[in-house]
């Protein structure tokens, strides 16, 4: 029975991992499930508060806080302590299109800014989605659902990621017909070839990209918008566009040494080990390979994070990862009261494993790069590096590696493959106020649109432009049919 001061009285708890140790000998997710008496205990803890905080999805600063796709929180969280959850799962769905990756990989703003979370300890918001979208997907509730009628418009969306899969969803569910193209040869953007397997398995990945199909989307892969078909063509056979194309453009590091033989862009690491795991089950070795090299990751944040993480599944003899900046604080600082989502210093899965495979943390702090070294084959042997610091440097560092990832963020969309967009600052211009780009039509959403960023905005996004394209596609059909005067 729930009572009013659950979230106090119950302790917060989180679903149990597979060992670090074990888990590192596999690609597959490390997390176990919830045993249901647990989660409703969980799901009790929540206040289901007047004005829920978690539900509100705002930039605070540049701090994500509460959920930006307004997931109903509270109300899957009572119908989730109630056991009701296939209506939990309804309640999900209205907001959410794709909860099977966002309860996998979301940072949870949510929880940053839940109520609970002032007194006690956040209600574990995210494992509690993962559970309701699991069972749904086990118990058969999720369904294709076929639109029954089309209203005739078509609309081509450039790029599969979670900004183009949830637009073409909405769009379709909307009656419009979608097609949905794609420049590599596997759909899901990100999601597929970035975020590594052990955080989202590829072939859940692949189960939705089935059920949309099943849905009437359609998905043409291994198509360039820009190279093989021009953006006027695609304006000459659909009615709207909406370019979902990502912000793939790394920043690069010049230095003396870049060109050395060894030293690749995180992105190029992470996608030739997903697809080569996918290719080839993960037998052999994949074109990079982390085997028996000592590795440094340049870059401190999460793609960094989940290179690490590769690397140890690879069979790496070390790994070290270099941040420009300082370890988080582990409480809440005062510069990010509540409801703010705090930054906060966690031993997120790859840490832990490094921790557990070689006994210590990979994170340094405050590094930064000054050349890179090299051997008379012009392959990498190591780098020197000075500290982020005001003070004078009285020497340089020297670190060894055959093996280094660079990882230091997006500057934004590639302008060579920006499907003819206007691009300013690395990101696609829309009108102020709307996802309509400068040519009539042609819409823009995801981290094209707002720089490199997360799911949950990626799906946010494509929603809203969705929202936005029926609208223009409604307005259009409407002054078409006008009698002229
Ligand atoms: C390594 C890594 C790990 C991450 N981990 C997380 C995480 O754990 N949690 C989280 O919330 N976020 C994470 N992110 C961020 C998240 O993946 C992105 O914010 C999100 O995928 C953006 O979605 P999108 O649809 O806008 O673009 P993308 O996912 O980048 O998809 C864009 C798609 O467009 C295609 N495309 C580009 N140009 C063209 C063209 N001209 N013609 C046809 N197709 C084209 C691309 O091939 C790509 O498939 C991570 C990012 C990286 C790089
Ligand atoms: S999508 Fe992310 S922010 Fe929203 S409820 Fe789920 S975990 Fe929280």
Redesign the pocket.
């Known amino acids: 029975m729930r009572g009013t001061t659950d979230f106090i009285d119950q302790k917060r708890e989180k679903p149990k991992e597979i060992d670090a140790l074990e888990r590192i000998a596999t690609w597959k997710e490390y997390q176990k499930p919830f045993p249901e008496e647990k989660l409703k205990i969980q799901a009790s803890r929540c206040m289901e508060c007047g004005t829920p905080f978690c539900q509100m999805g705002e930039l605070i600063g540049r701090q994500t806080s509460g959920c930006p796709l307004y997931n109903l929180i509270p109300e899957w969280n009572t119908l989730a302590a109630q056991g009701k959850w296939e209506e939990a799962y309804y309640r999900l769905l209205l907001t959410n299109n794709f909860p099977e990756f966002t309860s996998r990989?979301?940072?949870a703003p949510c929880e940053g800014s839940c109520t609970a979370g002032l007194v006690s300890e956040p209600v574990t918001i995210k494992s509690i989605e993962k559970a309701i979208i699991d069972r749904a997907y086990k118990e058969g509730w999720v369904k294709p659902r076929i639109p029954l009628k089309r209203n005739g418009l078509k609309v081509a969306v450039?790029?599969?990621?979670?900004?183009?899969m949830a637009a073409a969803d909405d769009l379709n569910q909307a009656g419009y017909d979608v097609t949905v193209?794609?420049?590599?040869d596997r759909f899901?953007?990100?999601?597929m070839?970035?975020?590594p397997n052990m955080?989202i398995e590829k072939q859940y990945v692949q189960r939705r990209i089935d059920l949309l199909q099943a849905e009437g989307i359609e998905f043409i892969a291994n198509?360039?918008?820009?190279?093989d078909i021009t953006l006027e063509e695609l304006q000459e056979t659909y009615d709207a566009v909406l370019l979902?194309?990502?912000?793939?453009k790394q920043r690069e590091i010049d230095i003396p040494g870049r060109g050395l033989k060894g030293i690749y862009p995180?992105?190029e690491y992470?996608k030739t080990s997903t697809k080569h795991l996918l290719d080839n089950g993960g037998n052999g070795e994949p074109r990079i390979t982390a085997k028996g090299k000592k590795v440094i990751v340049i870059g401190g944040g999460?793609?960094g994070a989940?290179c690490v993480a590769t690397a140890i599944r690879q069979g790496c003899k070390s790994v070290v990862q270099f941040g420009k900046h300082g370890e988080l604080p582990k409480e809440r600082p005062e510069h990010e009261p509540w409801p703010v989502n705090p930054s906060l210093f966690t031993l997120d899965y790859a840490y832990e494993e490094t921790f557990k495979a070689f006994g210590e943390d990979p994170r340094k702090y405050y590094i930064q790069t000054t050349e890179f070294l090299g051997n008379e084959d012009d392959e990498v042997t190591g780098l020197l590096t000075v500290p982020f610091t005001d003070e004078p440097v009285a020497e340089k560092q020297l670190w060894k590696a055959d093996l280094v990832l660079i990882a230091i963020g997006f500057e934004g969309v590639?302008p060579t493959?920006?499907?003819g967009a206007e691009l300013q600052n690395g990101r696609i211009q829309t009108r102020p106020g709307s996802f309509q780009t400068n040519r009539e039509g042609v819409f823009a959403?995801?981290?094209?649109k707002r720089g490199?960023?997360?799911?949950?905005?990626?799906m946010q996004e494509?929603k809203k432009a969705a929202k936005e394209i029926e609208l223009y596609l409604a307005q259009k059909t409407a002054a078409a049919q006008l009698p002229s005067v």
């Not at 450039?158 to 183009?164: E, I, L, R, T």
């Not at 193209?181 to 590599?184: A, I, S, V, Y």
């Not at 899901?188 to 999601?191: D, E, I, P, Q, S």
């Not at 979902?244 to 793939?248: L, M, N, R, V, Y």
């Open positions: 990989a979301c940072p450039v790029g599969s990621g979670p900004a183009g193209f794609e420049k590599e899901g953007g990100l999601l070839y970035g975020i955080k198509t360039e918008i820009g190279k979902c194309i990502g912000a793939e995180a992105m992470l999460d793609t989940d590639d493959k920006a499907a959403a995801g981290d094209a490199a960023s997360l799911i949950v905005w990626a494509g």
